[in-house]
């Protein structure tokens, strides 16, 4: 096989995408010995980044000493693939390019000499009868190099994400309301990633119409599904209100929040949440605080291994 030297860059990819020498390792595997050289003329370019949708792209070309390209592969990974997987087939595709896993030439068949031919005058001689040769023996099967086998991809942690942002609200007896809002959340399991866990709380201080001021504490707690860019929770919100005409109040609802999110540049993206909430039980003293109802909210958002 050619000598080649690998340029790799991960730098736009997950961190743990971005490791070299894993990449070398899994590919010196099926390469013979002396191929991957750093001093060689022709490269093997590898670029992996992350796709608009939160995947990974790969990119491979292969490049003779001129800079001609002798063969390249674009290959797409989800969003939940893990990185060890994306370096192991990245590495296997760059060694079906270098000419690994090919068969060697069939070698070429004998030939045999012609016959010696004879003038016609005057009669000419016996003809010379051609050596026999032994029939070409096939050549033995090839023997397939022994790979040491590959460990197995390690367990990634557990993917969490922490935010803050704006949250607004009403109820039917208050006015819209305006207050910080901060987050925080983790995926219940790597094979599930769709699945996570949110805790959400916010500060906003409420008016009424017919009624006192008071600062209300929304918290809520949800399990949330979210196969793509839509996002959908439910779980169960309890809030707190403090005001100088009231007891302190507390309310128990159940909660729905419909949402999206966007990947800005990555790890960061926004987040925009619509929600609502069903009174299940209320305490209060005096004068009643009305619970939220209807929200929104809009959020930045920070994830991380």
Not at 88 to 99: D, S
Not at 113 to 122: A, G, L, N, V
Request: charged share 15%.
């Amino acid at each position: 096989m050619v000598p080649t030297r690998v340029d790799f860059d991960a730098s736009q990819a997950p961190k743990s995408c971005n490791d070299v020498s894993t990449f070398t390792r899994l590919l010196t595997n099926w390469v013979t010995a002396g191929t991957v050289t750093p001093n060689a003329d022709r490269r093997l370019v590898v670029r992996i980044r992350r796709s608009p949708t939160g995947g990974k792209l790969v990119d491979v070309t292969l490049l003779d000493a001129d800079g001609t390209t002798l063969g390249e592969e674009h290959t797409p990974f989800a969003r939940n693939d893990e990185c060890h997987r994306v370096l192991y087939e990245t590495a296997q595709v760059a060694a079906l390019l270098m000419g690994a896993f090919q068969k060697p030439p069939p070698p070429e068949p004998i030939s045999c000499p012609e016959p010696i031919s004879c003038p016609e005058r005057p009669a000419c001689p016996d003809p010379v009868e051609c050596p026999s040769y032994p029939a070409p023996v096939p050549p033995p099967p090839p023997i397939a190099a022994s790979v040491p086998p590959i460990p197995p991809p390690p367990s990634s942690a557990r993917h969490a994400f922490i935010g803050a942002g704006v949250f607004i609200g009403r109820s039917f007896a208050s006015e819209w309301d305006v207050g910080p809002l901060v987050s925080l959340g983790f995926v219940l399991s790597p094979r599930v990633p769709q699945f996570q866990f949110e805790l959400e709380g916010a500060w906003v201080p409420q008016t009424f119409a017919n009624g006192p001021s008071a600062y209300a504490v929304p918290l809520f707690g949800s399990l949330c599904y979210s196969p793509s860019i839509l996002r959908i929770c439910s779980g169960i919100a309890t809030t707190f209100f403090d005001s100088s005409h009231d007891d302190i109040h507390l309310g128990l609802a159940a909660s729905l929040r419909l949402g999206t999110e966007f990947i800005i540049a990555g790890p960061l993206s926004l987040r925009v949440d619509a929600s609502t909430l069903l009174p299940l039980w209320q305490r209060a003293n005096g004068h009643a605080l009305a619970s939220f109802a209807l929200g929104t909210a809009a959020l930045g958002v920070l994830s991380f291994d």
